[in-house]
């Protein structure tokens, strides 16, 4: 990861890297991506970690779900807060049983998606705080 207004979108699917990765880059953060959950925990064993993750559910190789029971059981990944974006219709059950700080629902709004990007990572360019809001 490069810095710590760092967002890492995890998703198979490339267009949907590419449209999140230019919203949030415009909105000011700096975005790494990684197209399934093996990638992922690659990413995140470079170095800094980033302000937020977020996780696709369906991915070849290794799933969200699969990605974030290793990231919870990893002190170090643990800490950093995930945020599912989903076309799954039961992913917001999947939010509750993975433990995560929120869930997006695929098509996700642009206005939307910052705003949780925002709760969740703070504004770009500004301080993380040591937790997530509630």
């Known amino acids: 990861m490069?810095?710590?207004?760092?967002i890492l979108v995890v998703d198979d699917d490339p267009a949907i890297r590419e449209v999140m990765e230019e919203a949030l880059s415009m909105a000011g953060?700096?975005?790494?991506?990684?197209t399934d959950g093996l990638e992922a925990l690659q990413r995140l064993g470079?170095?800094?970690?980033p302000r937020l993750i977020l996780l696709d559910l369906m991915m070849p190789?290794?799933?969200?779900?699969q990605f974030r029971q290793r990231q919870s059981a990893d002190r170090r990944l643990s800490q950093v807060p995930v945020v599912i974006v989903s076309s799954d219709r039961r992913a917001?059950?999947?939010?509750?049983?993975?433990?995560?700080?929120?869930?997006?629902?695929?098509?996700?709004g642009l206005d939307e998606l910052l705003e949780v990007v925002?709760?969740?990572?703070?504004?770009?360019?500004?301080?993380?705080?040591?937790?997530?809001?509630?």
């Open 2 to 6: 490069s810095s710590d207004s760092t």
């Open 29 to 34: 953060y700096s975005v790494e991506t990684a």
């Open 46 to 49: 470079e170095g800094n970690l």
């Open 61 to 65: 190789v290794m799933n969200g779900w």
């Open 92 to 108: 917001g059950e999947a939010a509750a049983v993975l433990g995560v700080a929120a869930c997006l629902t695929k098509p996700v």
């Open 118 to 134: 925002a709760r969740y990572a703070g504004k770009a360019g500004g301080s993380l705080s040591s937790s997530a809001p509630p």
